[in-house]
């Protein structure tokens, strides 16, 4: 609410601004108007303008590496060993009790892990060999083994993750993001979305704003075709031609916003103004061909131009560099119902290096400090088996996800699950608790980031979540939170 | 540091309204800040109630509660409770607890000190009250009464009215606002002629009305309800397969030309299908309850969904009808408004009671057809019965004989136990008649199976009935797109008690009581992998058994017949016997499915299955409809049931062949039906369904039974009223009703003005801003129902007025005193709607198709965009014809990915009800804009026209073009701005510099449309030229 305000209120001033401005520029040209119109425009118009959040901050922007189909906890984050032992045995009655599978008869014999684990880092973290370059970083990680859901069927478990909420029209995590912190980007979208494999369940709600105004949702960079949809002018056009149709729009939008005085058509004059920017800013943006070699082997790019996950990871380093507050990657591979082994190896091949890439790349950079990057799925699978002896069910009791940068703890795990990787034993962190965290690492308290609809004040974690203090790093989060609205 | 920008204005923020008054007002300062900062823990919710205190009502704040005295002592704010604690400096004693967030400013407490000292007078919520008409100011300089309210208000404001609009520009606002199309300049034209003989005012009153005739009338208006109804061409959620909703699209627009009276409007679609007689169209118009998502996910619990699907559709008439926010009663009694849990599950309840249907639609003509059929069959029915008077002896006699013959053998039903699909996508449910309904995801290829302990030993057979349900698509008994169905195998393992293996028991000699010939399955059917060699059939129960997965049985019975039930009967090779404890396991095998993930499947809706020990069953060609109709005593039977009786009878006598040839060929011209509709269908008395309030709304944690009823705080339901959809359709439609004509006027009021009076459209309860004008509201809510709930009425006092027609120019003071223009100082002025802006562009560049109504069309779209789907739409295959350029309404809308086109200028996806949107201008839109394919052809298609019709030299074409567009003539300066561009590109092309070939034509341009005399460069020139205007503020505004 506090924070409607105050974009209420910043809207109020820049009104006000935008008058001045005006009556300043009657009578200059076209371009005069435009060069003021932009120089004001980002503190001053603009409802993407950067604010501060409640209290400071660490993280001030989020790489987000959604691994969409629910990847199994038991292969890569979570090493059960008694699992192993009891592999064909069937689960124990009693933890069975109230339990549903989504697809199979919870009466299933476990499945023992496919993949050995081992201690990685200084700090010991038991990992699967399958995820070696995961591995090399255990250090900068923290890993939540406790992670737990309501859903149990993909799009509302995507849903929910992404939104806090397994029904559609809810704002992504993304677009709280935004709308809370604004966009520091000049000529780039404040959230951009990178896609490799199939499409989401969830679909474009996994990043929509919901109930928020559209401009705080995420705007896909597309891996072909134009990176944004309709950024390359029509054929035939080339650079003066757009130049001179934009030099002759705004010429015309200028003399009717002279005539009209609607500060919407100033609006206008400055979206197209904009556009054109992007136009020159995204093809830059998607073009690796100026990274360094080791860059490149670092993210174990072979062709810069080859669509997927490892370019998607180097594209949001890019992209966080060019002050895009939120990238979210969605790579829909996980749903190992068969072929349990083989996909885990295809997607871990797929992903696991530039994951660790990313962490690495933006340390070396001095990004990671103030970079918040989330790994994780919609939910994990089960220790049961399904199908013959290589598939796994969804399973939403338990599951990982990994935190690195921005005010998180280093080379540290967060809960224990029980011997089987079935339920939470300590520290279960729901869906909202991992949001609220989130949203306290980039600085809001989640109960007052709120956004008023049909009466009421609606928030990403619903009416529940508790920040989970066990996953903040102490010694980079020691400012006290501060109370009162957002400031300029 | 700057940002990437997106300006706005934003309808849901930057409310600045300056007020005259003064002194407070309870309603309007008071109400807001109780509910803001105290109705959460002392409010009406027993639940979260603090302290025993209520704050929501005079009587209980005066008594106060369990800690301090009196909440509020009337005269002495000093002695009140409730001032103490808000301005306590102790952080115990401070209430809201700090912990809360929502400390109350002083300007706040000053307005609630100023109401204690006043004597705390409580006052209802205005708008739970029934508006009432109120009387038009004497002193008022108009007779109209939209301008009398507005005036009043801004001689309050020391405001006034701006003068009127440029005739073009009203002329052009009318256009847009009613059909939702720019003027052509020949309307143009004969507005001015209109203008010059019978003054402004009488013309613009004649084109509003008779632009309310215009059929496009329907297709504008329709778009506001579609947003409101959640409509969307697909199902949503993880699948999110293609549907047909179309009809209902069409129904809604019908419904606007007509002019259909709004509480009829509304009754049709919460419960058109209850009414007497109904028709078709009101079948259909019950969609509206359907257009919400259908989760098809594997594995899901199809409970779950559809009440979260429930859930939706309260959400719908929640924010649509009543302008209430109902979904926070779905967990909990509300906060702020008079809406308690139970309540909430009252209104559910008379929407609960229901089956998720589906119907088929035909045409006009498809439907003489079917009356003309169904007439010839009755006719010759009646020379049958006349011919052979003797027909219903033989009838009798055959009944009673078939009877005993089916009586001879005893089956004891299959009670299963528990079911499965081998896929595990299925999660089928038991019927307490001991049927298997499955539900959900649609399988193309897989098995669903029972588990039962059988009763009886020596088992010589098995029968399978196939039967209808109204929660598959036509009743079923399939689950296609047609409700067919094709049955690959029948499987029967048994397993002996402590055995762990099943064992396959063969069957054999397989009858049933309709087969198709046998062939191979038909080319829609076809599927890649499975067809490889082209070797799937389809034909007689034979197949069932034949231990063949590529043989199926399969009954379809053709157009008008096939939506029925069927039976089939199989012996055991070797007759069982079963020790007890013996286990079943019964599997109905699907493999004749196409290749489209859903609506291709064969699978069974809903069977059961029985056993018997009598010898050699097996079934003969009657109708397995007719043989249950026969179970029900003759004067029980509804006539359907008779006159299967009678079918399947005749059919068997020798002597009646000619009869039955000649209306076996009539059923033969029964038509395949145009289209389907989802919609409701109220469930029979022996399969209701109760509702249960649910523990904090969570669908499986049902808690007491609740009854349909409405809640308290608003109107009664009308005496006597049967507890049905019905009931609720005439008590959301009462004229007593404080919400309902409020809201829909409200809604209009919002499309004409760009804010609504109240703001909020979607919610009137306590939260909801102050209404700029609530006088007004009420006069135009009341004078509605008066009109007969009359949209183009409102609609037509609403762009009669001088309100309406002023002038949009404003000046800096108006602006920041009113930047939303809610007090109406100047005339309405934004930019258009996602569709009306695709629709003026396609409009002013000649391609507009004139189609109406009808199937949704597939726009072109990037490859990026429908290859990122979980299911990729290989139905996508844009329109190259002219329905390319169908107004935006026709445009599919694929709900997991939304239209680019449509989402970049604010169109809603489908997901929820809408009932406003914000507006924004965001550099996506722009690049739409200048560069979606559309676009780009509507601006070389504009060139034509303009070389075409725009005169000989450039001036005339730049200023035909430019009229076009904006429907007014170019300034100087404007013209020599297009001029010059012009002039710059032709130098270009003529040295070479850019290519004509590329610019001027796309991959879809004929020659034949192309002006004779008129060389690519010049029309590549006039194309980038169009391009510049076609993107004018101006051109996609109304102004």
């Keep these: ?488 | 540091m700057k940002s990437f920008l997106i300006f706005s204005v934003l309808t849901s923020h930057f409310v600045a309204l300056v007020r005259a008054e003064s002194s407070v007002d309870f309603n309007r300062d008071i109400q807001p800040l109780l509910a803001e900062h105290c109705f959460h823990c002392h409010g009406k919710d027993d639940g979260s109630r603090k302290a025993k205190l209520r704050l929501d009502e005079r009587e209980s704040a005066l008594k106060g509660g369990e800690s301090d005295g009196p909440a509020i002592v009337p005269g002495q704010p000093d002695k009140s409770a409730l001032m103490t604690r808000i301005l306590s400096h102790d952080t115990d004693e401070v209430m809201p607890p700090p912990k809360e967030k929502k400390p109350v400013t002083p300007a706040d407490a000053e307005k609630l000190r100023q109401w204690i000292k006043d004597g705390a007078a409580y006052a209802g919520h205005w708008a739970f009250s029934p508006p009432v008409k109120p009387g038009l100011s004497e002193s008022a300089t108009t007779k109209h009464p939209v301008d009398a309210f507005i005036q009043a208000r801004l001689k309050r404001e020391g405001l006034s009215m701006s003068p009127a609009a440029a005739p073009e520009t009203l002329c052009r606002r009318l256009h847009l606002d009613l059909i939702g199309l720019p003027p052509s300049p020949a309307a143009l034209d004969a507005f001015f002629k209109e203008v010059a003989s019978n003054g402004l005012d009488a013309a613009a009153t004649a084109l509003a009305d008779a632009l309310m005739k215009d059929r496009r009338f329907g297709e504008k208006w329709a778009r506001h309800w579609l947003d409101v109804a959640r409509y969307a061409d697909s199902n949503g959620f993880e699948k999110d397969l293609p549907r047909e909703q179309w009809a209902w699209r069409d129904w809604v627009i019908n419904a606007f030309n007509a002019d259909m009276p709004y509480d009829r409007f509304i009754t049709e679609q919460i419960a058109g299908d209850l009414l007497p007689n109904r028709t078709q169209q009101q079948l259909i118009a019950t969609g509206f309850l359907r257009n919400g998502m259908i989760n098809e996910e594997g594995a899901i619990v199809p409970e779950q969904w559809r009440m979260e699907a429930m859930f939706d559709r309260m959400d719908a008439v929640g924010s649509g009808v009543l302008g209430l926010s109902l979904r926070c009663a779905q967990c909990h009694t509300h906060k702020f408004d008079p809406i308690a849990q139970t309540e909430y599950y009252g209104v559910f309840a008379f929407l609960n009671n229901t089956y998720e249907s589906q119907s088929w639609v035909y045409s006009d003509e498809q439907q003489k057809t079917i009356a003309k059929l169904h007439a010839d069959i009755a006719a010759v029915e009646a020379r049958l019965k006349k011919e052979h008077p003797e027909w219903q002896e033989k009838l009798a006699a055959w009944e009673a004989a078939e009877l005993e013959r089916l009586n001879r053998t005893k089956w004891s039903v299959v009670e299963a136990e528990d079911t499965h699909s081998s896929t595990e996508l299925n999660h089928p449910a038991v019927l307490p008649d001991w049927s298997i309904l499955t539900l959900g995801h649609r399988t193309v290829f897989g098995d669903v199976h029972l588990f039962a302990q059988p009763k009886v030993e020596a088992v010589t057979g098995i029968r399978l009935e196939i039967l209808k349900h109204d929660d598959l698509p036509f009743g079923g008994p399939g689950r296609s797109y047609k409700g067919t169905w094709a049955l690959s195998e029948l499987t029967v393992e048994a397993r002996k008690p402590g055995g762990d293996k099943w064992e396959k028991l063969k069957l054999v000699h397989a009858s049933s009581d309709f087969e198709e010939p046998t062939a191979g399955m038909e080319p829609e059917w076809e599927n890649k992998t499975r067809d490889k060699e082209n070797r799937r059939l389809r034909g007689p129960a034979a197949f069932l058994a034949d231990g063949d997965e590529n043989t199926a049985w399969r009954a379809d019975r053709g157009a008008g017949c096939r939506n029925t039930e069927a039976v089939a009967v199989a012996q055991f090779e070797q007759p069982l016997t079963l020790p007890p404890g013996t286990k079943l396991k019964i599997g109905l095998l699907t493999n004749h499915g196409g290749d489209d993930n859903g609506p291709k499947n064969t699978q069974v809706g809903r069977f059961r299955v029985a056993l018997t020990q009598s010898p050699d069953p097996k079934v003969n060609h009657t109708a397995y409809a007719a043989v249950l109709a026969m179970q029900i005593a003759p004067d029980k039977r509804t006539p359907q049931q008779t006159q299967a009786i009678f079918d399947t009878w005749r059919v068997t006598v020798p002597e009646l062949k000619s009869f039955n040839d000649e209306i076996e060929k009539l059923w033969k011209g029964f038509p395949e039906a145009m289209t389907s509709v989802l919609h409701l269908a109220e469930r029979s008395r022996e399969d209701s369904r109760e509702t249960h309030r649910l523990d904090r709304g969570v669908w499986d944690q049902g808690k007491e039974q609740v009854l349909p009823h409405v809640p308290a705080a608003l109107h009664p339901l009308a005496k006597d009223a049967p507890r049905s959809r019905l009931a609720l359709a005439g008590w959301l439609t009462d004229k007593r009703s404080p919400l309902t004509a409020r809201v829909a006027v409200n809604r209009l009021w919002q499309a004409v003005f760009g804010v609504g009076i109240v703001e909020t459209a979607e919610d009137f309860g306590t939260r909801a801003p102050e209404p700029s004008h609530r006088e007004l509201l009420d006069w135009l809510a009341v004078d509605f129902m008066e009109h007969g709930w009359s949209q183009k009425h409102v609609l037509r006092t609403l762009v009669t007025s001088a309100a309406y027609r002023q002038s949009s120019r404003v000046t800096p003071q108006l602006q920041e005193r009113d930047p939303k223009n809610r007090l109406l100082a100047r005339g309405p002025r934004f930019r258009a709607e996602a569709e009306v802006v695709r629709d003026i562009v396609l409009s002013v560049s000649g391609l507009l198709s004139d189609k109406f109504g009808g199937p949704s069309v597939f726009p072109p779209m990037p490859e990026s965009v429908i290859e990122f789907n979980y299911f990729k739409p290989t139905y996508w295959k844009p329109a190259e014809d002219t329905t390319r350029y169908s107004r935006a309404l026709y445009v599919f809308r694929k709900r997991s990915m939304p239209d680019p086109t449509m989402s970049a200028f604010d169109a809603p996806t489908g997901d929820a009800a809408c009932t406003r949107r914000p507006r924004s201008n965001s550099p996506l839109a722009a690049l739409t804009a200048m560069n979606e394919p559309i676009f780009i052809e509507a601006s070389q298609s504009l060139a034509q026209r303009v070389l075409r019709e725009g005169g000989q030299d450039d001036a005339a074409r730049a200023d035909y073009a430019f009229r076009l567009c904006t429907s007014r003539l170019p300034s100087n300066e404007e013209r020599s701005a297009v001029l010059k561009l012009i002039s710059s590109r032709r130098e270009r092309l003529q040295r070479g510099e850019i290519k004509a070939g590329d610019i001027a034509f796309s991959s879809l341009a004929k020659a034949s449309d192309i002006p004779p005399d008129a060389t690519p460069n010049e029309i590549a020139a006039w194309a980038i030229a169009a391009r510049v205007l076609l993107n004018l503020d101006e051109t996609v505004s109304k102004n």
Excluded at chain 1, 116 to 138: E, N, Q, T
Excluded at chain 1, 246 to 270: C, E, F, P, S
Excluded at chain 1, 364 to 387: A, H, K, S
């Design chain 1, 1 to 488: 609410m506090k924070h409607a305000d105050e974009i209420r209120h910043e809207r109020a001033r820049q009104l006000t601004r935008r008058w001045f401005l005006r009556d300043c520029t009657l009578g200059l040209g076209a371009i005069a108007l435009n060069s003021l119109l932009q120089r004001d425009a980002g503190a001053a118009i603009n409802p993407l303008a950067p604010r501060q959040p409640h209290h400071p901050a660490k993280a001030k922007r989020v790489i987000y590496l959604f691994h969409a189909g629910a990847p199994s906890h038991l292969e890569l984050f979570d090493y059960k060993p008694e699992l192993a032992k009891r592999s064909g045995q069937l689960p124990p009655a009693e933890l069975l009790k109230n339990y549903k599978a989504a697809f199979i008869k919870p009466n299933s014999a476990l499945l023992g892990p496919k993949f050995k684990f081992g201690k990685r880092g200084a700090c010991g973290m038991d990992l699967s060999d399958v995820i070696p370059h995961i591995g090399g970083i255990a250090d900068e990680m923290c890993l939540i083994r406790t992670m737990q859901t309501d859903a149990v069927n993909h799009a509302p478990a995507q849903i929910l993750m992404n939104t806090g909420n397994q029904n559609f029209g809810r704002p992504s995590f993304g677009a709280w993001t935004l709308y809370g912190l604004g966009s520091e980007s000049e000529d780039l979208p404040g959230y951009v979305v990178l896609t490799s494999a199939k499409g989401t369940s969830g679909g474009a709600s996994n990043y929509g704003s919901g109930f928020l105004p559209n401009m705080y949702g995420g705007v896909p960079f597309r891996s072909t075709g134009d990176p944004v949809l309709y950024l390359s002018n029509p054929k035939g056009f080339d650079e003066e031609t757009q130049r001179a149709s934009l030099d002759t729009l705004n010429q015309l939008n200028t003399a009717a916003y002279k005539q009209n005085g609607d500060a919407d058509i100033a609006a206008r004059i400055q979206s197209y103004e904009m556009a054109y920017r992007l136009q020159n800013s995204a093809p830059e943006l998607i073009d690796l061909s100026t990274e360094p070699q080791h860059v490149l082997d670092l993210y174990g790019i072979k062709d810069v131009k080859q669509p997927g996950y490892a370019r998607n990871c180097l594209l949001a380093r890019r992209m966080i560099e060019r002050g895009v507050r939120f990238v979210q990657l969605f790579h829909e591979a996980w749903d190992q119902h068969s072929g349990l082994t083989k996909g885990v190896e295809k997607n871990s091949k797929d992903t696991d290096q530039a994951s660790a890439a990313l962490v690495k790349d933006l340390k070396q950079r001095g990004l990671l400090d103030d970079t918040l990057i989330v790994w994780g799925g919609e939910f994990g699978r089960t220790p049961m088996v399904q199908g013959g002896n290589d598939g796994r069910d969804h399973h939403n009791r338990c599951f990982s996800f990994w935190l690195a940068g921005g005010g998180v703890k280093r080379g540290h795990v967060h809960g224990e699950t029980d011997e089987l990787g079935f339920n939470v034993a300590t520290d279960p962190v729901h869906v909202n608790d991992l949001n609220a965290t989130l949203l306290y690492l980039l600085g809001f308290d989640h109960k007052k980031l709120t956004y008023r609809v049909q009466g009421l004040d609606m928030r990403l974690t619903g009416i529940a979540g508790n920040v989970v203090k066990g996953v903040l790093d102490n010694h980079r989060n020691d400012q006290p939170a501060r109370d009162g609205p957002p400031e300029k």
